[in-house]
Protein backbone atom coordinates (compact mmCIF):
# COMPACT_ATOMS: atom_id res chain seq x y z
CA UNK A 1 0.00 0.00 0.00
CA UNK A 2 2.50 2.47 -1.41
CA UNK A 3 1.40 5.94 -0.90
CA UNK A 4 3.73 8.18 -3.51
CA UNK A 5 3.78 11.89 -3.10
CA UNK A 6 5.68 14.30 -6.05
CA UNK A 7 7.14 17.36 -5.11
CA UNK A 8 7.28 18.89 -8.14
CA UNK A 9 3.45 18.80 -8.48
CA UNK A 10 1.32 21.70 -8.62
CA UNK A 11 -1.57 19.89 -6.87
CA UNK A 12 -0.51 20.92 -3.07
CA UNK A 13 0.90 17.77 -1.08
CA UNK A 14 -2.15 17.62 1.77
CA UNK A 15 -4.65 16.94 -1.75
CA UNK A 16 -1.80 14.69 -3.52
CA UNK A 17 -2.28 12.87 0.08
CA UNK A 18 -6.01 12.73 0.22
CA UNK A 19 -6.47 11.94 -3.23
CA UNK A 20 -4.15 8.90 -2.36
CA UNK A 21 -5.54 7.25 0.16
CA UNK A 22 -9.08 8.33 -1.62
CA UNK A 23 -7.93 6.21 -3.98
CA UNK A 24 -6.71 2.86 -1.94
CA UNK A 25 -9.98 3.31 -0.19
CA UNK A 26 -12.51 3.41 -3.33
CA UNK A 27 -10.67 0.33 -4.77
CA UNK A 28 -10.77 -1.89 -1.14
CA UNK A 29 -7.41 -1.81 -0.37
CA UNK A 30 -8.01 -0.13 2.74
CA UNK A 31 -10.93 -1.56 4.20
CA UNK A 32 -13.25 -0.39 7.67
CA UNK A 33 -11.51 -1.03 10.64
CA UNK A 34 -7.77 -0.90 8.89
CA UNK A 35 -5.32 1.42 10.57
CA UNK A 36 -3.64 4.73 8.90
CA UNK A 37 -0.63 5.70 10.36
CA UNK A 38 -0.18 8.30 12.91
CA UNK A 39 0.04 11.78 12.01
CA UNK A 40 3.59 12.11 13.31
CA UNK A 41 5.13 9.10 11.12
CA UNK A 42 3.44 9.94 7.91
CA UNK A 43 4.91 13.44 8.37
CA UNK A 44 8.65 12.19 9.88
CA UNK A 45 8.60 9.34 6.71
CA UNK A 46 7.03 11.68 3.96
CA UNK A 47 9.28 14.83 5.45
CA UNK A 48 6.85 16.95 5.30
CA UNK A 49 4.78 19.31 7.82
CA UNK A 50 2.56 17.82 10.97
CA UNK A 51 -0.26 20.01 9.28
CA UNK A 52 -0.40 18.76 5.89
CA UNK A 53 -0.78 15.57 6.92
CA UNK A 54 -2.93 16.18 9.50
CA UNK A 55 -5.38 18.29 6.90
CA UNK A 56 -5.05 15.56 5.01
CA UNK A 57 -6.99 13.32 7.34
CA UNK A 58 -9.24 15.72 8.46
CA UNK A 59 -10.78 16.00 4.56
CA UNK A 60 -10.89 12.29 4.71
CA UNK A 61 -12.61 12.25 7.97
CA UNK A 62 -15.25 15.41 6.89
CA UNK A 63 -16.15 12.58 4.03
CA UNK A 64 -16.48 10.03 6.26
CA UNK A 65 -14.10 7.68 5.41
CA UNK A 66 -11.73 8.10 8.45
CA UNK A 67 -12.22 8.68 12.39
CA UNK A 68 -9.38 10.14 14.22
CA UNK A 69 -8.76 9.62 17.67
CA UNK A 70 -6.37 11.55 19.90
CA UNK A 71 -4.39 8.29 21.23
CA UNK A 72 -5.63 5.44 18.59
CA UNK A 73 -4.61 7.50 15.54
CA UNK A 74 -6.85 7.66 12.40
CA UNK A 75 -8.89 4.42 11.45
CA UNK A 76 -10.69 3.63 8.83
CA UNK A 77 -15.06 3.39 9.47
CA UNK A 78 -17.39 2.31 7.02
CA UNK A 79 -18.81 4.72 5.11
CA UNK A 80 -22.45 5.31 3.97
CA UNK A 81 -22.54 6.22 0.38
CA UNK A 82 -24.37 8.93 -0.91
CA UNK A 83 -26.95 8.76 -3.14
CA UNK A 84 -25.77 11.89 -5.60
CA UNK A 85 -26.00 10.97 -8.98
CA UNK A 86 -27.78 14.46 -9.93
CA UNK A 87 -27.17 16.44 -13.50
CA UNK A 88 -24.92 18.86 -11.29
CA UNK A 89 -22.59 16.01 -9.74
CA UNK A 90 -22.59 14.14 -13.35
CA UNK A 91 -21.83 18.08 -15.00
CA UNK A 92 -18.96 18.54 -12.42
CA UNK A 93 -17.54 15.19 -12.83
CA UNK A 94 -17.51 15.85 -16.96
CA UNK A 95 -16.02 19.62 -16.47
CA UNK A 96 -12.96 18.43 -14.58
CA UNK A 97 -12.58 14.82 -16.68
CA UNK A 98 -12.16 17.35 -19.67
CA UNK A 99 -10.29 20.28 -17.99
CA UNK A 100 -7.28 17.15 -16.68
CA UNK A 101 -7.50 15.90 -20.19
CA UNK A 102 -6.43 19.60 -21.87
CA UNK A 103 -3.92 20.01 -19.14
CA UNK A 104 -2.30 16.43 -19.67
CA UNK A 105 -2.65 17.34 -23.71
CA UNK A 106 -1.03 21.03 -22.74
CA UNK A 107 1.96 19.23 -21.39
CA UNK A 108 2.45 17.21 -24.59
CA UNK A 109 0.69 13.68 -23.73
CA UNK A 110 -0.58 12.53 -26.88
CA UNK A 111 -4.93 12.57 -27.43
CA UNK A 112 -4.73 8.80 -28.15
CA UNK A 113 -3.02 8.11 -25.12
CA UNK A 114 -5.49 10.20 -23.06
CA UNK A 115 -8.26 8.10 -24.55
CA UNK A 116 -6.30 4.78 -23.58
CA UNK A 117 -6.14 5.73 -20.28
CA UNK A 118 -9.81 7.16 -19.61
CA UNK A 119 -10.83 3.76 -21.78
CA UNK A 120 -8.49 1.50 -19.10
CA UNK A 121 -10.38 3.39 -15.90
CA UNK A 122 -14.14 2.94 -17.55
CA UNK A 123 -12.87 -1.08 -17.79
CA UNK A 124 -11.96 -1.17 -14.23
CA UNK A 125 -14.30 0.81 -13.00
CA UNK A 126 -17.37 -0.99 -14.67
CA UNK A 127 -15.10 -4.50 -13.84
CA UNK A 128 -15.18 -3.80 -9.96
CA UNK B 1 58.32 6.35 25.19
CA UNK B 2 55.94 7.30 28.06
CA UNK B 3 52.25 4.79 27.07
CA UNK B 4 49.98 8.11 27.35
CA UNK B 5 51.99 9.48 24.35
CA UNK B 6 51.93 5.87 22.02
CA UNK B 7 48.23 5.72 23.11
CA UNK B 8 47.57 8.96 22.08
CA UNK B 9 49.16 8.65 18.29
CA UNK B 10 47.34 5.18 18.21
CA UNK B 11 44.07 7.09 19.06
CA UNK B 12 45.22 9.16 16.11
CA UNK B 13 45.88 6.95 13.61
CA UNK B 14 42.29 5.33 14.41
CA UNK B 15 41.11 8.98 13.96
CA UNK B 16 43.20 8.83 10.31
CA UNK B 17 41.68 5.44 9.77
CA UNK B 18 38.49 6.21 10.32
CA UNK B 19 38.29 9.02 8.12
CA UNK B 20 39.79 7.44 5.45
CA UNK B 21 36.80 4.97 5.01
CA UNK B 22 33.76 7.28 6.16
CA UNK B 23 33.39 8.15 2.54
CA UNK B 24 32.29 4.71 1.63
CA UNK B 25 29.89 4.87 4.13
CA UNK B 26 27.12 6.85 2.72
CA UNK B 27 24.19 5.96 0.54
CA UNK B 28 25.34 5.21 -3.13
CA UNK B 29 23.94 8.74 -4.40
CA UNK B 30 25.77 10.52 -2.02
CA UNK B 31 28.92 11.72 -2.16
CA UNK B 32 30.58 13.76 0.33
CA UNK B 33 26.90 14.52 1.37
CA UNK B 34 26.12 16.05 -2.12
CA UNK B 35 23.38 13.95 -4.15
CA UNK B 36 25.40 12.37 -6.68
CA UNK B 37 24.16 10.15 -10.17
CA UNK B 38 24.88 6.55 -8.48
CA UNK B 39 27.77 5.91 -11.04
CA UNK B 40 29.45 8.82 -10.29
CA UNK B 41 31.48 7.26 -6.95
CA UNK B 42 32.98 5.45 -9.83
CA UNK B 43 34.27 8.02 -12.08
CA UNK B 44 37.57 9.60 -12.49
CA UNK B 45 37.09 12.88 -11.33
CA UNK B 46 35.54 11.42 -7.78
CA UNK B 47 38.97 9.13 -7.53
CA UNK B 48 40.41 11.98 -7.40
CA UNK B 49 38.43 13.99 -5.43
CA UNK B 50 38.56 11.01 -2.90
CA UNK B 51 42.33 11.03 -3.07
CA UNK B 52 42.86 14.23 -2.58
CA UNK B 53 40.42 14.11 0.60
CA UNK B 54 42.38 10.86 2.28
CA UNK B 55 46.25 13.05 1.62
CA UNK B 56 44.74 15.45 3.61
CA UNK B 57 43.25 13.28 6.25
CA UNK B 58 46.79 11.71 6.60
CA UNK B 59 48.79 14.15 6.14
CA UNK B 60 46.98 16.60 9.27
CA UNK B 61 47.09 12.89 11.00
CA UNK B 62 51.04 12.67 10.95
CA UNK B 63 51.51 15.91 11.45
CA UNK B 64 49.24 16.29 14.58
CA UNK B 65 51.16 12.84 15.58
CA UNK B 66 54.34 14.46 15.12
CA UNK B 67 53.63 17.54 17.43
CA UNK B 68 52.81 15.39 20.29
CA UNK B 69 55.71 13.11 19.58
CA UNK B 70 58.79 15.39 18.97
CA UNK B 71 56.69 18.72 21.26
CA UNK B 72 54.45 17.25 23.33
CA UNK B 73 51.95 19.48 22.35
CA UNK B 74 48.77 17.31 22.79
CA UNK B 75 46.32 20.25 22.86
CA UNK B 76 47.55 21.59 19.77
CA UNK B 77 48.02 18.03 18.15
CA UNK B 78 43.99 17.71 19.21
CA UNK B 79 43.18 20.92 17.09
CA UNK B 80 45.08 20.55 14.48
CA UNK B 81 43.36 17.03 13.54
CA UNK B 82 39.70 18.46 14.40
CA UNK B 83 40.70 21.67 12.30
CA UNK B 84 42.46 19.05 9.30
CA UNK B 85 40.01 16.77 9.18
CA UNK B 86 36.92 19.56 9.03
CA UNK B 87 39.07 21.06 6.05
CA UNK B 88 39.44 17.96 4.27
CA UNK B 89 35.45 17.24 4.51
CA UNK B 90 34.48 20.95 3.75
CA UNK B 91 37.07 21.29 0.68
CA UNK B 92 35.64 17.90 -1.19
CA UNK B 93 32.04 19.02 -0.15
CA UNK B 94 32.45 22.13 -1.83
CA UNK B 95 34.46 20.59 -4.82
CA UNK B 96 32.05 17.41 -5.56
CA UNK B 97 28.89 20.29 -5.43
CA UNK B 98 29.90 21.01 -9.02
CA UNK B 99 28.85 17.15 -9.59
CA UNK B 100 25.12 17.62 -8.16
CA UNK B 101 22.13 15.59 -9.12
CA UNK B 102 18.90 16.72 -8.44
CA UNK B 103 17.16 14.92 -6.03
CA UNK B 104 14.20 12.41 -6.83
CA UNK B 105 10.39 14.54 -5.95
CA UNK B 106 9.05 11.84 -5.45
CA UNK B 107 8.09 10.48 -1.57
CA UNK B 108 6.87 7.17 -0.94
CA UNK B 109 5.73 5.75 2.17
CA UNK B 110 4.06 2.30 2.66
CA UNK B 111 0.83 2.56 4.47
CA UNK B 112 1.13 -0.85 6.00
CA UNK B 113 4.91 -0.66 7.47
CA UNK B 114 4.30 -2.14 10.86
CA UNK B 115 5.18 0.39 13.70
CA UNK B 116 8.54 -0.46 15.24
CA UNK B 117 9.15 -0.40 18.99
CA UNK B 118 11.78 -0.28 21.46
CA UNK B 119 13.30 -3.94 22.30
CA UNK B 120 12.06 -5.45 25.01
CA UNK B 121 9.36 -2.46 25.70
CA UNK B 122 10.37 0.95 27.94
CA UNK B 123 10.70 -0.40 30.70
CA UNK B 124 13.74 -2.12 29.69
CA UNK B 125 15.22 1.15 28.68
CA UNK B 126 14.60 3.21 31.85
CA UNK B 127 15.59 0.18 34.26
CA UNK B 128 19.14 1.92 34.64
CA UNK B 129 17.14 4.91 35.76
CA UNK B 130 14.96 3.04 38.43
CA UNK B 131 18.03 0.66 39.53
CA UNK B 132 19.57 4.51 40.24
CA UNK B 133 16.79 5.63 42.19
CA UNK B 134 16.83 2.73 44.33
CA UNK B 135 20.09 3.03 45.02
CA UNK B 136 19.90 6.26 45.92
CA UNK B 137 17.26 5.41 48.39
CA UNK B 138 19.56 2.41 49.61
CA UNK B 139 22.24 5.03 49.79
CA UNK B 140 20.11 7.34 51.98
CA UNK B 141 19.44 5.22 54.48
CA UNK B 142 22.81 3.41 54.94
CA UNK B 143 24.86 6.48 54.71
CA UNK B 144 27.56 4.87 57.14
CA UNK B 145 28.51 2.77 55.05
CA UNK B 146 29.65 5.10 52.14
CA UNK B 147 33.46 5.91 52.35
CA UNK B 148 35.33 9.48 53.11
CA UNK B 149 35.64 10.22 49.38
CA UNK B 150 34.52 8.94 45.82
CA UNK B 151 36.27 9.16 42.62
CA UNK B 152 34.31 10.75 40.02
CA UNK B 153 36.71 11.10 37.03
CA UNK B 154 39.16 8.48 35.61
CA UNK B 155 42.26 8.62 33.01
CA UNK B 156 44.28 6.14 31.71
CA UNK B 157 45.64 4.85 35.60
CA UNK B 158 42.79 5.12 37.23
CA UNK B 159 40.67 7.84 39.28
CA UNK B 160 42.04 11.26 39.06
CA UNK B 161 39.34 13.21 40.45
CA UNK B 162 37.94 12.81 44.04
CA UNK B 163 35.31 14.65 46.29
CA UNK B 164 34.26 14.36 49.73
CA UNK B 165 30.95 12.12 50.73
CA UNK B 166 27.96 14.78 50.86
CA UNK B 167 24.89 14.43 50.22
CA UNK B 168 25.05 16.90 47.52
CA UNK B 169 27.43 14.95 46.29
CA UNK B 170 26.72 11.75 46.23
CA UNK B 171 23.07 12.58 45.06
CA UNK B 172 24.49 15.00 42.46
CA UNK B 173 26.69 12.26 41.13
CA UNK B 174 23.96 9.79 41.26
CA UNK B 175 21.43 12.35 39.41
CA UNK B 176 23.95 13.43 36.91
CA UNK B 177 24.07 9.39 36.07
CA UNK B 178 20.07 8.86 35.20
CA UNK B 179 20.14 11.40 33.86
CA UNK B 180 22.64 10.20 31.36
CA UNK B 181 20.72 7.03 31.75
CA UNK B 182 17.34 9.09 30.85
CA UNK B 183 19.34 10.54 27.66
CA UNK B 184 20.65 7.27 25.68
CA UNK B 185 16.78 5.86 26.88
CA UNK B 186 15.38 9.13 24.57
CA UNK B 187 17.81 8.89 22.39
CA UNK B 188 16.66 5.21 21.28
CA UNK B 189 13.02 6.14 21.50
CA UNK B 190 13.50 9.07 19.53
CA UNK B 191 15.51 6.46 16.60
CA UNK B 192 12.72 4.48 17.09
CA UNK B 193 9.95 6.70 16.72
CA UNK B 194 10.96 10.36 15.40
CA UNK B 195 13.36 9.38 12.76
CA UNK B 196 12.43 8.80 8.41
CA UNK B 197 12.30 6.11 7.21
CA UNK B 198 13.54 6.66 3.78
CA UNK B 199 13.10 3.10 1.65
CA UNK B 200 9.49 1.86 1.70
CA UNK B 201 9.93 -1.92 0.77
CA UNK B 202 12.80 -4.73 -0.02
CA UNK B 203 16.17 -4.82 1.23
CA UNK B 204 16.37 -1.47 2.00
CA UNK B 205 13.84 -1.24 4.16
CA UNK B 206 14.91 -3.95 6.16
CA UNK B 207 18.43 -3.06 6.25
CA UNK B 208 17.23 0.30 8.09
CA UNK B 209 15.31 -1.69 10.01
CA UNK B 210 18.22 -3.49 11.17
CA UNK B 211 20.73 -0.51 11.23
CA UNK B 212 17.90 1.66 13.70
CA UNK B 213 17.98 -1.89 15.57
CA UNK B 214 21.83 -2.08 16.46
CA UNK B 215 21.69 1.71 17.25
CA UNK B 216 18.62 1.13 19.51
CA UNK B 217 20.64 -1.71 21.00
CA UNK B 218 23.91 0.04 21.57
CA UNK B 219 22.17 2.76 23.10
CA UNK B 220 20.38 0.43 25.80
CA UNK B 221 23.39 -1.51 26.51
CA UNK B 222 25.50 1.82 27.24
CA UNK B 223 22.91 2.62 29.67
CA UNK B 224 23.18 -0.59 31.52
CA UNK B 225 27.10 0.37 31.71
CA UNK B 226 26.35 3.87 33.09
CA UNK B 227 24.41 2.41 36.29
CA UNK B 228 27.98 0.43 37.31
CA UNK B 229 29.98 3.47 38.15
CA UNK B 230 27.55 4.41 40.83
CA UNK B 231 28.14 0.99 42.43
CA UNK B 232 31.89 0.83 42.55
CA UNK B 233 32.89 4.44 43.30
CA UNK B 234 30.36 4.17 46.13
CA UNK B 235 31.11 1.27 47.92
CA UNK B 236 34.27 -0.27 45.76
CA UNK B 237 36.35 3.14 45.12
CA UNK B 238 39.98 1.66 45.51
CA UNK B 239 39.36 -1.69 42.98
CA UNK B 240 40.46 -2.18 39.95
CA UNK B 241 37.10 -2.56 38.65
CA UNK B 242 36.60 0.27 37.37
CA UNK B 243 39.09 -0.80 34.60
CA UNK B 244 37.66 -3.48 33.93
CA UNK B 245 34.12 -1.72 33.63
CA UNK B 246 36.07 0.59 30.99
CA UNK B 247 37.88 -1.75 28.86
CA UNK B 248 34.25 -3.73 28.77
CA UNK B 249 32.24 -0.29 27.62
CA UNK B 250 35.21 -0.10 24.87
CA UNK B 251 34.77 -3.28 23.33
CA UNK B 252 30.91 -3.26 23.78
CA UNK B 253 31.34 0.09 21.70
CA UNK B 254 34.18 -0.84 19.25
CA UNK B 255 31.72 -4.42 18.66
CA UNK B 256 28.63 -2.40 17.99
CA UNK B 257 30.42 0.19 15.56
CA UNK B 258 32.18 -2.42 13.17
CA UNK B 259 28.76 -3.71 12.98
CA UNK B 260 27.39 -0.44 12.23
CA UNK B 261 29.43 0.39 9.37
CA UNK B 262 28.81 -3.14 7.88
CA UNK B 263 25.34 -3.21 8.58
CA UNK B 264 25.41 0.21 6.55
CA UNK B 265 24.44 4.28 7.39
CA UNK B 266 20.84 3.22 7.26
CA UNK B 267 20.91 0.47 4.56
CA UNK B 268 23.11 2.74 2.43
CA UNK B 269 25.48 -0.79 1.94
CA UNK B 270 22.58 -2.97 1.39
CA UNK B 271 22.24 -4.28 -2.43
CA UNK B 272 19.82 -1.83 -4.82
CA UNK B 273 17.70 -4.31 -6.68
CA UNK B 274 18.40 -4.31 -9.89
CA UNK B 275 16.94 -1.92 -12.00
CA UNK B 276 15.71 0.27 -8.75
CA UNK B 277 16.65 3.98 -8.50
CA UNK B 278 18.59 4.58 -5.25
CA UNK B 279 16.71 6.52 -2.89
CA UNK B 280 18.42 9.20 -1.91
CA UNK B 281 17.51 10.58 1.96
CA UNK B 282 14.88 13.07 1.28
CA UNK B 283 16.97 15.42 2.68
CA UNK B 284 17.86 19.05 0.31
CA UNK B 285 21.20 19.21 -0.41
CA UNK B 286 20.57 23.17 0.48
CA UNK B 287 20.46 22.53 4.06
CA UNK B 288 23.78 20.75 4.69
CA UNK B 289 26.30 23.42 5.65
CA UNK B 290 29.42 21.58 4.94
CA UNK B 291 28.46 18.52 4.58
CA UNK B 292 27.85 18.16 8.51
CA UNK B 293 25.09 20.05 9.57
CA UNK B 294 21.35 20.11 8.70
CA UNK B 295 19.24 22.93 8.66
CA UNK B 296 16.07 22.78 8.16
CA UNK B 297 12.78 24.45 9.41
CA UNK B 298 10.96 22.81 7.21
CA UNK B 299 11.38 19.20 8.03
CA UNK B 300 9.77 18.41 10.94
CA UNK B 301 12.83 15.56 12.03
CA UNK B 302 14.76 16.43 15.09
CA UNK B 303 17.14 13.30 14.42
CA UNK B 304 18.17 13.01 10.60
CA UNK B 305 20.76 10.23 9.41
CA UNK B 306 23.91 11.51 9.00
CA UNK B 307 25.20 12.21 5.40
CA UNK B 308 28.84 11.69 6.76
CA UNK B 309 29.57 9.33 9.04
CA UNK B 310 27.49 6.64 10.69
CA UNK B 311 24.55 7.31 13.13
CA UNK B 312 22.44 10.42 13.31
CA UNK B 313 22.52 14.04 13.78
CA UNK B 314 20.28 16.80 14.67
CA UNK B 315 18.06 18.90 12.31
CA UNK B 316 19.30 22.14 13.50
CA UNK B 317 16.61 24.44 12.09
CA UNK B 318 13.97 22.61 13.86
CA UNK B 319 13.28 24.76 17.04
CA UNK B 320 12.64 21.59 19.43
CA UNK B 321 16.28 20.59 18.61
CA UNK B 322 17.33 23.27 20.69
CA UNK B 323 15.02 22.63 23.21
CA UNK B 324 16.38 19.24 23.29
CA UNK B 325 19.81 19.93 23.27
CA UNK B 326 19.39 23.60 26.42
CA UNK B 327 17.44 19.76 28.40
CA UNK B 328 20.40 17.76 27.71
CA UNK B 329 23.18 20.22 28.52
CA UNK B 330 21.76 22.55 31.36
CA UNK B 331 21.84 19.31 33.94
CA UNK B 332 25.27 17.93 32.58
CA UNK B 333 26.72 21.46 33.38
CA UNK B 334 25.05 21.60 36.41
CA UNK B 335 26.41 18.25 37.40
CA UNK B 336 29.70 19.16 36.71
CA UNK B 337 30.08 22.06 38.37
CA UNK B 338 28.59 20.66 41.78
CA UNK B 339 31.07 17.94 41.86
CA UNK B 340 33.98 20.32 41.14
Known amino acids: M ?127 | M ?20 IPGLTRPDLFFAVTVAPAFR ?39 AALGYLGALVSTNRAARAYAAAPSSILEVDLAMPQE ?11 PVLFLGGLGLWVGFHWDRLPQRFPVHWGIHGANR ?16 AFMCLLVAGLAWGIVHRTRRISTAGAGAAGERHFRRLMVQLLIVSGYFLVFPAWFTLFHPATAAMNAWGLALAA ?35 CWKWGLFYVNPE ?26 LATLLLPVAAGLILLR
Open chain 2, 42 to 80: GSSDAQRMLGRYRAMVWMTTLVASWLELAAGLAVAAVLL
Open chain 1, 2 to 128: ILRIDLKSPVPVYRQIVDAIRILLVSGELNPGDSLPPVRRLALDLGVHFNTVAEAYRTLEEEGWLEIGRRSGARVVSRAVPNRCDPETGEAFQRRLREMAAEVEAHGFPRNRIARELRRLADNLERS
Open chain 2, 2 to 21: PTQTMLFVLLLMLMGGLYHI
Open chain 2, 252 to 286: VILAFTVNLMRGGQGGSRVTVAAGAAPVGDRTPDA
Open chain 2, 117 to 127: RLPGGPVVAVL
Open chain 2, 162 to 177: WVTTTPTTVFGFLAML
Open chain 2, 299 to 324: DPSILIEKRFGVGYTFNFGNRWTWVV
